[in-house]
């Protein structure tokens, strides 16, 4: 089988090495991919929203399968236009994955069916924004409507910044079209937890859970990033909270999708806060997370393809869906300066055995593979313990070695907090 990733980061890293465990599989392309997964996958020169490229590469390659990873192009209907042509695809529809690609529409999904989120209100124009905030209770969090690179979303911690907040998403127009309607919304408390999920729009099988790592710095200072590192399972979780999430939050959403004729097929992300008065959606998203993907897939006991093949045809009720009974831990090493500005080219040296390092930014330049984004990459290792588990992710990071490397020391130390309770 001939399979086709859509995506260039470390997600799509760990997908495709997930994926290459099915003896069925004959070869991988990428597109775009990035240099440090070429020995996993033939990179195809197209980027991930390039759709008309991409379509014509999978019929001329005649692409048995493809899994389309990003927002963006899940958002721009990819999956729809492959479709088009006969190629079967893992994720959503354009009109199921608006649950990410608008706040304001998946704000009053969750209004409409009971699920529990913040309060919140929507503004289409900046003089009521404003006038809202003149009374609104502070912190309070400003997010823009669309899709902002993960960037889309400003905590206020005093009214100034509120009103600051507004003006450069609607005045300024920071985030461009994305923020010309925003959504302000209840700043909510408690420890956040990630549960990926696959779902067929019959039944959803949440993944092990996970826990993000957003801030650029130890002690969760410092800006926000794509995040700095993950761990799974995420010990705040405990089986009483899952059920509470099933029956509350996963099978409404899915319910509500089916009922508004946006049937979700793919990996439905719940970005949840487990506040005093019970689990609340902080966001959806419509893809594996990043760097979550990267802890979640290899702690997966069963084959990935598979369980892929099953949500997009309906039958996963009949597929196994196994976890290992360990724990994981994700570094991120990134560039020093990142998420603002950074040096890239530096070489990367990687220990002999690659196995989970996952390469988020790296390109192939005269033979030698040099450091090309933000994120560089993700060392994933696991445990019997957490604490083992993060052990040898720190052990692992001995072992990859590129200049002006910079990258968290405290990842798990919060979630290990929740272990000694
Ligand atoms: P996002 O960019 O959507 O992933 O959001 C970034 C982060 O903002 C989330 O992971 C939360 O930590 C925080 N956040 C978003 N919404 C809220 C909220 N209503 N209350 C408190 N924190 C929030
Ligand atoms: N790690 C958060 C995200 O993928 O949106």
Redo the contacts with the bound molecule.
Sequence with gaps: MKILVVGGGGREHAIISKIKENKDVTEIFACPGNGGMANDATLVDIGAKDIEKIVDFAKTEKIDFAVVAPDDPLVLGCVDALEAIGVPCFGPNKAAAIIEGSKIFSKNLMKKYGIPT?QYEVFEDEESALKYLETAPIPT?I?ADGLAL????I?AETREQAIDAVKSMMEEKIFGESGSKIVV?????GP?VSVLSFTDGNIVVPMISSQ?H?RALDGDKGL?TGGMGTVAPNPYYTDDIAKECMDKIFIPTMNAMNSEGRTFKGCLYF?L?LTKNGPKV??YNCRFGDPETQVVLPLLDSDLLTIMKACRNGNLSEVEVKWKNENACCVVMASKGYPQSYEKGYEISLPEDRKNIFIAGAVIKDGKLLTNGGRVLGVTRTGETLEEAISNAYEAVKTVNFDNAFYRKDIGQRALLAIEK
């Excluded at 993960?150 to 979303?153: D, I, N, T």
């Design positions: 913040a969090v997010k993960g960037k889309g979303v905590i919304e209840e700043f909510l408390e956040e993000d957003k926000n970005g806060m902080i966001e």
